[in-house]
């Protein structure tokens, strides 16, 4: 399929309520589908924050590293997921690591331009403190399911949102089961007997990654 800068601009989260105006001219000032290979490292911690990504295609993993040089996985970044979106707001360095795994398209919009825009579209402006508000909302979601539930209720949660992102009662995990442990904040081990458990309770049926929420 053609690739349509109107529409990849327009499926962005942060950017959902603009008018058709709006959205126009935030694609006149992005860059679409620039083709980035697996393992390659977008940005570090030493990587000045200066514009917001929009992962076309592939899959990018965001994650940090401890002193000891361990990684744990943040989110992980799918087609249509955004990234970095303070780079519109903030002039700062960024504080993960984010690598490609699987090979991307990657589109953006850098802070300059969209500054400038806001200048002449003031609308943008409000319409993003609206979206801004409620994304807050979702990451206190995120934070309750990696840290106040259980192991077995937390994977439930993380599985029942991703039927409601799909809409469907059937998916497959849209990561590795390695990487979804380490961004719920378990071991791999319990990932896959918490994931047993919950197929004896009757809760799913599991093959392989593909899910099906009963």
Known sequence: MTHSPFKCVQ????????????????????????????????????TQLDRMMIVDQ???????????GKEKVLYMLRDGAIDSEAALFANQNHFNYAEV?????????RRADFQALMHREPAVAFNLLNILGERLTELESVSALTGNLKSKNRVFAYLQQIGRE??????????????LASFLGITPETLSRQLGQLVDDGLIALAGRQVTLL
Not at 21 to 35: R, W
Not at 166 to 172: H, N, S, Y
């Open 11 to 46: 499926g962005a989260p942060i950017f959902r309520g603009l008018d058709d105006a709006a959205v126009a001219e935030l694609a006149k000032i992005s860059v679409h589908q620039q083709v980035v290979k697996k393992g390659t490292v977008l940005y570090n911690p030493t």
């Open 58 to 68: 592939g899959r990018v993993k965001v994650y940090q590293l401890n002193e000891n």
């Open 101 to 109: 795994v699987e090979d991307a398209k990657i589109c953006s919009i």
């Open 166 to 179: 799909k809409q469907a009662a059937e998916f497959e995990l849209p990561v590795q089961k390695k990487e």
